[in-house]
């Protein structure tokens, strides 16, 4: 199985966040990826490629062009306000001043005006701490995941029997949203490879390879193109992340051509949304399932139950997507720090997962891109990532 990974992910390290009323060390390490890549390495079934560089055009068919040219330059803006170097954080957030009452345009005129506006603006909490390289690794991070839909889809063009494919990312992305960055996410890589598989034809990806540098000045600059596809193509997104993936969520609302499914810990952050009457709204109606798990009572065996039920349920058989994409977070493990189910302590139960992505009758046959999301017991992540991956690998 090919593994896209670029060091350039290694770049974004926070030294601390805030969170449950305490500073503690940040945990979305960039110790979590060499983890994972040294377990790869060290085993021969899959093969690390290098990302490609497909511009800003795929992240902009997701996210707001205002959000993105916040992501850009923020933390150049926060040190000449002459602000700590080593931390960048939001001090209010926007939501009070955003109760439709004053015009959203007036609310974002005024909060561009300052960089502790901005953060207000586009954060939400205080895991989202820009340092200086956090654009460069969240670039990465997206370039990782679009270069992973392309070969996914040159594997789908000329019939290739391995047609699943591991995008490697940090930061993760399912807590990012439109223009808002959340949770250690900042660009929701799982939405945007969504995006580029259904706005993108085959040749419209050859078109907008380019090899990957990254260089700020000429990200700037850059002219972009988009993609022509007519068809949309419908995509299955599979969350097995521990926590909601809102971003995502919210993304995909009113659209029925991605269906959304998320198992994950419930009540626990993002702590206001997740909840299984969130059925999606307008044409989105009935694409968008949640299933929330007690993080105290859940087994393995309750875990699979509720995979494999959501997995061969009618309306997501029915749903007959095209490609699955799987947010593969691994902070479900009983032992991770942040998160975790008290009762999935089987190393088994990520084959089984694995397994069922393979055979389920949703997603039975189909190409799966795995895009790595959340996951923070730093020594087990290899081993959790490549029992997930194991069935699929032959
Ligand atoms: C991608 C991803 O997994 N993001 C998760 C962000 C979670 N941040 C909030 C964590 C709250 C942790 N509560 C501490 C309980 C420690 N026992
Ligand atoms: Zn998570």
Do not use: Q
């Given at each position: 199985m090919q593994v896209v990974y670029s060091?350039?992910?290694?770049?974004?390290?926070?030294l601390n966040e805030m969170t449950g009323g305490e500073w503690k060390?940040?945990?979305?390490?960039?110790k979590r990826l060499v983890s994972i890549k040294n377990f790869i390495d060290r085993h021969p079934e899959f093969e690390v490629v290098d990302p490609n560089d497909y511009s800003l055009g795929p992240i902009l068919d997701v996210h707001r062009q205002d959000y993105v040219c916040f992501l850009q330059s923020i933390y150049e803006e926060w040190v000449a306000e002459g602000?700590?170097?080593e931390a960048c954080l939001g001090?209010?957030?926007s939501l009070p001043a955003?109760?439709?009452?004053?015009?959203p345009e007036v609310v974002r005129k005024t909060a561009n005006k300052s960089a502790s506006g901005k953060m207000g603006y586009y954060t939400c909490d205080l895991s989202v701490c820009f340092v200086k390289n956090t654009w460069r690794a969240t670039y990465a991070s997206a370039q990782v995941a679009i270069s992973a839909a392309h070969r996914l889809t040159e594997a789908i063009v000329t019939k290739d029997k391995s047609q699943s494919i591991y995008a490697?990312?940090?930061?993760?992305?399912?807590?990012?949203s439109h223009q808002m960055a959340a949770g250690y996410c900042f660009v929701n890589n799982a939405a945007v490879v969504t995006r580029f598989l259904q706005n993108y034809t085959f040749e419209d990806m050859n078109k907008a390879k380019k090899p990957y540098g990254f260089d700020l000045e000429a990200i700037r600059k850059q002219e972009f193109s988009t993609g022509t596809a007519t068809e949309n193509k419908k995509i299955l997104i599979v969350d097995i992340d521990y926590h909601h993936g809102n971003g995502t969520q919210d993304i995909f609302y009113?659209?029925?051509s991605v269906f959304y499914v998320s198992l994950h810990g419930f009540?626990?952050?993002?702590?206001?949304t997740g909840s299984a009457?969130?059925?999606?709204?307008?044409?989105?109606?009935?694409?968008n399932i949640n299933i929330p798990l007690d993080p105290k009572t859940t087994t393995d065996a309750i875990y699979l139950d509720n995979l494999e039920r959501v997995l061969n349920q009618q309306s997501v058989v029915d749903f007959e997507a095209d490609v699955v994409v799987v947010s593969m977070?691994?902070?479900?493990?009983?032992?991770?720090?942040?998160a975790g189910m008290?009762?999935?302590?089987?190393?088994?139960t990520y084959r089984k997962m694995g397994s069922l992505i393979k055979t389920s009758a949703s997603c039975n046959g189909r190409p799966v891109l795995f895009v790595q999301e959340g996951g923070y017991t730093i020594e087990k992540l290899g081993d959790l990532a490549g029992s997930v991956l194991q069935v699929l690998l032959f």
């Open positions: 060091d350039d992910e290694l770049l974004h390290n926070p060390p940040y945990v979305e390490s960039p602000k700590p170097a001090e209010t957030f955003m109760t439709g009452k004053i015009d490697l990312c940090r930061p993760p992305g399912h807590h990012s009113d659209d029925s009540p626990d952050y993002p702590y206001f009457e969130e059925t999606g709204r307008g044409e989105g109606i009935g694409y977070g691994l902070d479900t493990w009983h032992e991770d720090p942040i008290k009762g999935l302590v089987d190393m088994n």
